[in-house]
DNA sequence: TAATAATTAGACCGGTTGGTCTAATTATTA
DNA sequence: TAATAATTAGACCAACCGGTCTAATTATTA
């Protein structure tokens, strides 16, 4: 059986929108990468905005669940969980040469429209939390401030994801965030009861 | 005097692609900001593109010399001229809240079009060895990769500005670069000489 | 099989896009 | 002042924008 067309309709968009932009998508690509015709389309959507609003909680947010969803294994420290995850972003070849979908719509729609500001905001605060819960079970030094070092972490992985990318490679990706590990691993307490 | 035509184009055309972005900015929208005739404009200017490209090279990129063109104090560390030009991001209010220019042109653009990407790179190349210039004059530990701590910082920073604007303000960024300059103090050597 | 609902098909719409072009006006130089 | 160059002014253009609408077709249910 073939995908649906909603499903359809939501790749396509993701991966327009992702490359291109909001703003440099129009309708009409999107017809033609899925193939289908104008009728089906505003069908299933009300208009534009309707379904990248879709695309932002039906295919970003499971990404970005996705990529800081790491087993914690009961031998390692939470920080190893936490370095693990964003080790395994330099696989993802799209995240080095595209960077982050949802910061990249972050950037493009939250100054002009509170709809995706705030869709966003959902989104970005699920990961921080998720990442803040992990940093409160571990062992860190005392003075660790988590809030903003769960925000440190998410800022240092999109920044290092969006440096120019006519470079962008998977040694670059990993040199940049060795100084994120390095610090990270300068906050474990120095008394380290999980191993 | 008036500012000249070209000059008043440039700042008001940087405005709007800072704010808005370049697909998400119209001819229309410049021409009402500037309130001069399309005849004017395209004078001054071959096409739109061709415009952003000047604001490029004739606005964004003085920014970004502007922001890291600390002078160093002999008796500071030169790690801490660093650490007060990213303290200082901290006082401009239009980068709290819509990021770092040449960030948001390089993730809208430079997917799509290499003009962009080129220009961007040269920009994103003198602020990075400016870097590594102030860096290689002073006393770090031994086993530091200089270059790769430049495009960290730079990293960084960009991330730390585009975290969802629904919240940004300067307390959120400074706590949030507070780690950069905690790992910044780790790397200075131990036998400091500069003090 | 008949009736009904869901989907497909694409012509069509007013508005806007980036860009051109000619004519009038202003500034500069001879 | 006359001649020439630079600039201003805005009507106009084809192409494209996001979106609507009716009719035909296909799936589903009775």
Known sequence: MTQPTREKILDAVFTLVY??????????????ACNIPKGSLYHCFASKKAMVLAVLKERIAPRMDQFYDLEHHCNDHEIDTLIAAVLKVADKQELLQYGCPLNRLNQEMSPV????????????????????HLLSNSNLQKDV???SLSEYIIAT???????????????RYLQTVSHLISYLNTIKSDIDHSV
Chains 1, 2 share one sequence.
């Open 113 to 132: 429209d509170t709809d995706f500001s705030h869709e966003i905001n959902i989104i970005y605060e699920k990961l921080k939390y998720k990442i803040i």
């Open 157 to 171: 992985v999109w920044g290092a994801l969006s440096l120019s990318p006519q470079q962008s490679s998977k040694a």
């Open 145 to 147: 401030n988590i809030d």
């Open 19 to 32: 490359i291109k932009g909001y703003n440099g998508t129009s309708m009409s690509m999107i017809l033609e």
